[in-house]
């Protein structure tokens, strides 16, 4: 059964249109992620309007492999720098800036090209396996279970992404609330359009992104410093000896994939936790002589691998159950829901070949990331000495032109530079932006089962825990907020400790 799934989507995936897209994904994907500021969601949302032009695996091979080598091209910067060019390259900076100083940038970019290569394969043997016993779980789900489980994402990465569970719901229930602007789906009414012909569909998703994440950003990078500032950067060209420098390593190499996996199927955790945690056990589990913190390679490997490994588990409840893990895989979803397909347990039943497919490109992008990253490294350190100030008005010149070409539409564009502004005020108040894009993106899952659910219910809410597996994420759900309340509350009483005993 498996060998036929895989087989399916062969002829979708080997054409020269989803190859050559696929391997141009990567360069993408490592130029972002090596430029601070940007990372795989900027590539992802900047390149949406063209990718869903494309054929489907062409598209979302397209756009998987930004992801691939977006959470592997932070690394360069972290390492060269010290200045992770992602938050996912945070953990980089403990080992692979200390071997550049030692005279080994080539050696330490090697290895985290090759251990987050490595740790994607990894993550997609997982993904295969994993999402279609998961959607085959998924198969006897009813409107209750779908309508939980859409809860139970939107309140696990409201509670993780941010410091806050108050501002982690209050973004949250903002995309929920941005969800039923539109035409009503069961009474055809239209909700909150102010008798805008505009409204009538809502908000396109792209544009909101693009300014929640693109514009703010950018808007946040003219107001800091060092805009005309030329990085001092050396040249790194690291070689095929990296892969060997890499499997000396292999029991970390393996431990640590695991946990990027088990970190990345958990909505809302993502790969900053498991990159950290990662380093951390390995560090526990490290010999004296390899002195962790001054340059060793098992450091550089054990967050990479993780990184990388994270992205395969991410999509594993995005494919099977249509719950995105991050930002990044909530447009995956979107851009898989504007080609026409709806993730979840009848992709896998009905289109096989789609499914197949999108294996097939994510484990080829992690191929190329091996070959290109070891390859063209030395084009991104060049790219690395270009100041923001070019570098930010094309950004912003490619978020308008994005914008508009959706539907050639200027209110777009006025969305666009609206929530622009909503990210910039959410951003300098400390409140996260991805509960916003997957309330956005789950807000029609969540209303319309609920709807279903309570139509076909005897006994009103009670369907909710009549049913054994929706019971179960009803308990969950509860879990989740009592566990950031008292975690709120554990940080708060901290706080106070500290300065008590600092007065």
């Known amino acids: 059964m498996l060998l036929e799934s895989l087989t399916a989507g062969f002829d979708l995936f080997f054409t020269p249109l989803a190859i050559g897209l696929t391997f141009i994904g990567i ?9 601070p ?52 390259a945070a953990a980089t900076l403990f080992d692979g800036y200390p071997m550049a100083q030692n005279g080994r940038a080539s050696d330490a970019i090697g290895i985290a090209i090759t251990s987050s290569a490595i740790g994607g394969l990894i993550g997609g043997i997982v993904l295969i396996i994993g999402s279609p016993i998961l959607a085959r779980f998924a198969s006897g789900f009813a409107p209750p279970e779908y309508a939980m489980l859409a809860i139970t994402g939107l309140f696990a990465i409201a509670i993780i992404s941010g410091g806050s569970l108050f501002k982690g719901l209050t973004s949250g229930c903002l995309g929920l609330l941005l969800a039923t602007i539109g035409t009503d789906e069961f009474s055809t009414g239209y909700r909150f359009t102010f008798d805008s012909y505009h409204m009538l569909n809502g908000f396109h998703i792209v544009a909101v992104v693009v300014g929640l994440f693109a514009v703010s950003e950018m808007a946040l990078q003219i107001m800091g410093r060092d805009l005309l500032k030329i990085p001092d950067v050396k040249v790194a060209r690291p070689g095929f000896r990296s892969i060997f420098l890499t499997l000396r390593h292999w029991k970390n190499l393996l431990r640590s994939s695991s946990i990027g996996v088990f970190f990345g199927a958990l909505p809302g955790a993502g790969g900053v936790i498991s990159s950290f945690t990662s380093y951390a056990i390995a560090k526990a589990w490290s010999k004296p002589e390899e002195k962790y913190g001054e340059g060793a390679e098992g450091g550089v490997v054990s967050v990479e691998s993780a990184n990388n490994a994270t992205v395969g588990g991410t999509l594993v409840p995005t494919l099977a159950l249509g719950i995105p893990g991050d930002a990044s895989s909530a447009m995956l979803l979107g851009a898989l829901l504007i080609l026409g397909f709806i993730p979840g347990p009848i992709l896998f039943e009905q ?45 912003l010149l490619l978020c308008s032109i994005g914008t508009f070409a959706l539907q050639a539409s200027v209110f777009d564009l006025m969305v666009m530079l609206g929530f622009g502004l909503v990210g910039i005020l959410f951003r300098a108040t400390n409140y996260p932006l991805s509960p916003i894009v997957i309330g956005l993106i789950l807000g029609p899952v969540l209303e319309n089962n609920l709807r279903r659910a309570l139509l076909i219910s005897q006994d009103g809410y009670w369907i909710f825990v009549e049913r054994p597996v929706s019971a179960v994420l009803v308990t ?27 007065a």
């Open 27 to 35: 360069l993408i994907g490592l130029l972002v992620g090596a430029l």
């Open 351 to 395: 289109q096989p070949e789609i499914v197949s497919g999108l294996f097939m490109v994510y484990m080829a992008s992690n191929v190329f990331l091996l070959i290109a990253g070891l390859l063209v490294t030395p084009l991104f350190v060049y790219v690395l000495r270009i100041p923001k100030f070019y570098l930010i008005p094309i950004v």
């Open 476 to 502: 969950i759900n509860i879990a989740l907020v009592i566990g950031g309340i008292w975690y709120a509350l554990q940080k708060m009483h901290i706080k106070r400790t500290g300065n008590d005993s600092g």
């Open 37 to 88: 500021g940007l990372g795989p969601l900027m590539g992802i949302i900047l390149l949406l309007p063209v990718a869903i032009s494309l054929p489907p695996i062409a598209a979302m091979g397209f756009l998987i492999a930004i992801f691939v080598g977006g959470s592997c091209g932070g690394s360069i910067s972290a390492i060269l720098l010290r200045i992770p060019g992602t938050p996912l």
